[in-house]
């Protein structure tokens, strides 16, 4: 189901999301929200964030070799540990050498286990904890 409706920025910078909205989508008020805004494209997309109980959301910049098949090694070691992804965006760096993929992922019981499996299994080369701006 699609729902349009015109929203209003009030002077704060707030929006209120529609009840019809938040009813279709199962947002309550301790519901987690992810926005992204894309100045280019003049857009904003806030998606629904489905974290249990004491789980927060981190930013990860991994380094790795640009070779086939990298992004996804990876990428299967994150749901072999069971940790849902919220967004990723993989960038070459230098053609057939480097590459840097950013992700928004839910956090692990320990966050230097995660690096370690990372660089371990995953073949990353370098695996950086980034702020939530």
Known sequence: MRIKKIIS?????????PKEARNALGITTNSQLMMIS????????ITP????????P???RITMEDIPGALAKLATLF????????????????KDKTAIWTVISESPDNLEDLKEELINQGGAI????????
């Open 58 to 60: 981190i930013k990860l």
């Open 79 to 94: 749901g072999k540990l069971e940790l849902s992804m919220m967004y990723s965006e993989a960038v070459i760096i230098e």
């Open 38 to 45: 894309d100045s280019e494209a003049k857009e904003i997309r």
């Open 9 to 17: 920025i009030d002077e704060r910078g707030r929006i209120v999301i």
């Open 49 to 56: 964030i489905g974290l249990s109980g004491d789980k927060v």
């Open 126 to 133: 370098k695996v950086e904890i980034l702020p939530l701006e």
